[in-house]
């Protein structure tokens, strides 16, 4: 009877022991999957938000692009490209990206850059000095 008794309690405290293990093994799997789940994750809102502010880039060169074949063209030949012209044509530029961005990609600018405006500002001032076109940056 005490072998029997003896050998009941061995074989729960055994099976306890079991079910404990499963579960820290069942427990570490989840994390880890959690884990993985959420590395997927930032990464893809990392390739989300790089692809997005290409995109941004793309346009605001794009703006800058046409204003200068355009507008800086024409008053250059015109010789009338002064001061008040570049402040004009950094105008029609953000005027222009202003118009082209819609609310997401404002979304996306406004929460990881905060100012909206001075960041597009920046990034055309940026656009055309790319270009060689350092006195259209002369801000108004």
Same mark, same amino acid.
């Given at each position: 009877?005490?072998? /029997?008794?003896?050998?009941?309690? *061995?074989?729960?405290? %055994? ?22 789940? #959420? ?9 989300? %938000?790089?692809?997005?502010? &290409? ?8 703006? *800058? ?6 507008? *800086? &063209? ?5 010789? #009338?490209? /002064? %001061?008040?012209?570049?402040?004009? &044509? ?10 082209? %961005?819609? @609310?997401? &990609? ?20 940026? @656009? ?6 350092? #006195?259209? *940056? /002369? #801000?108004?």
């Amino acid at each position: 009877m005490l072998i /029997d008794t003896f050998d009941t309690t *061995v074989l729960l405290i %055994l099976m306890i022991a079991l079910t404990l293990a499963i579960l820290v093994i069942v427990g570490v799997k989840v994390w880890y999957s959690f884990k993985i789940i #959420k590395a997927n994750a930032e990464s893809s809102k990392s390739e989300y %938000l790089e692809t997005m502010f &290409a995109h941004i880039g793309d346009t605001i060169r794009a703006v *800058v692009n046409n204003t200068t074949q355009t507008y *800086v &063209a024409e008053q250059k030949n015109n010789g #009338k490209f /002064d %001061l008040d012209q570049q402040r004009c &044509a950094f105008k029609l530029s953000q005027a222009a990206v202003h118009n082209l %961005l819609n @609310a997401e &990609a404002r979304s996306l600018i406004a929460q990881t850059h905060g100012d909206v405006p001075k960041w597009i500002s920046t990034q055309i001032e940026s @656009a055309v000095l790319e270009q060689g076109l350092a #006195k259209f *940056v /002369d #801000k108004p």
